[in-house]
């Protein structure tokens, strides 16, 4: 069984950055992909950015597209959301799952194991 450990989250300015990282406690990401979803206040969880295992596949929801970059450190167990131009409704609770699917099918439903959540607020 795979844990996951996000951190990073917190406080920022709209037009910031920040950096979430998701790491594999207890074992290894192998095989899965990883995917980052979000969950505001009074909404459903929603799916972010994946990134294939080997790392050479990635995709990203429209919302955050050309401002959000996911990345992986195999040797690390950890996977990578460098946030920029942050804007307020980016405000939610970050989570990282990990997934035998594929990159393209991957949704809150078909995750395998999830993190606790790492809360991202960003305001003025």
């Known amino acids: 069984q795979v844990q996951l450990i996000e951190s990073g989250g917190g406080l920022v300015q709209p037009g910031g950055s920040l950096r979430l990282s998701c790491a594999a406690s207890?074992?290894?990401?192998?095989?899965?992909?990883v995917g980052w979803f979000r969950q505001a206040l009074g909404k459903e969880r929603e799916f972010v950015a994946a990134?294939?295992?080997?790392?050479?596949?990635?995709r990203y929801a429209d919302t955050v597209k050309g401002r959000f970059t996911i990345s992986r450190h195999n040797a690390k167990n950890t996977v990578y959301l460098q946030m920029n131009s942050l804007k307020p409704e980016d405000t939610a609770v970050y989570y990282c799952g990990a997934d035998r699917s594929s990159v393209d099918r991957i949704v809150v439903s078909t995750v395998d194991y999830w993190g606790q959540g790492t809360q991202v607020t960003v305001s003025s």
């Open positions: 990134i294939s295992w080997s790392g050479y596949s990635t």
């Open positions: 207890g074992g290894t990401f192998s095989p899965y992909a």
